[in-house]
């Protein structure tokens, strides 16, 4: 059973564009929110995360937009560059109880 | 710090040995996880312990056994294993909190042949 669902499965942006990604969840327990970035062969590196106290946070390049009502979230991601290009997933957690949305592979196009 | 380590990086075994995976933390958290990842999907949660004691076990099979010895080091005692385990082996720790980021290791590429 998939806790939380992420969209799109891939992505192909432009150098400089915006990329955005959508996660939605169902458990109302869940209190945190991380965004996790992989490149190939690595672990998951923290990117940014959000609590549900707060609809949006910025970090950088990188913004969580975070909708309770709706139980959605979204990363954007500005003025993506290549280096930009790995999988990111989104994650929900509550007491140390973390899923993850299926990911997103990101190529960011020179 | 913020550095989680994984040994060994890689590791191939046959379906009827035994191995062991490590991890380590000094970062002073007391929750630790060990995920499975196959290729092109996220990471599954297995087991998760806390304050070395195990909280979390989602069922996995009994070929896979947790221990942690103490508050830095998190093991995971592999034998009989299927060729369909595996995968990508990650380790993470985190403050046991609500709402705590975890760090993950680069993890343990197992393959079983």
């Known amino acids: 059973q998939q806790q939380v669902k992420q969209s799109p499965q891939s992505l192909i942006v432009q150098k400089g564009g915006i990329s955005i990604i959508n996660c939605a969840y169902e458990n109302t327990a869940f209190d945190y929110f991380p965004w996790y970035q992989q490149f190939p062969g690595k672990g998951p590196a923290l990117l940014i995360a959000i609590r549900p106290d707060v609809s949006e946070k910025k970090e950088g390049r990188f913004t969580i937009s975070f909708n309770k009502s709706a139980k959605q979230f979204s990363l954007h991601i500005m003025d993506s560059q290549p280096g930009d290009s790995a999988t990111y997933f989104c994650a929900a957690s509550h007491n140390n109880d973390m899923r993850f949305g299926a990911g997103t592979r990101l190529t960011v196009k020179p | 710090d913020t550095e989680v380590t994984q040994t060994p990086k890689h590791l191939v075994m046959g379906m009827t040995n035994k191995k062991s995976l490590k991890c380590e933390q000094h970062m002073g958290h007391r929750a630790m996880y060990w995920y499975k990842q196959k290729a092109k999907k996220p990471p599954e949660l297995m087991f998760v312990?806390?304050?070395?004691?195990?909280?979390i076990n989602e069922s996995v099979p009994s070929r896979f056994s947790p221990e942690c010895p103490n508050s830095s080091l998190l093991n995971l005692h592999l034998h009989a294993l299927q060729p369909e385990d595996s995968a990508l082996y990650l380790c993470?720790?985190?403050?046991?909190?609500?709402?705590?980021?975890?760090?993950f290791g680069p993890g343990t590429r197992l393959l079983v042949l």
């Open positions: 312990y806390s304050y070395e004691k195990l909280s």
């Open positions: 993470a720790s985190s403050q046991v909190n609500r709402g705590e980021t975890q760090y």
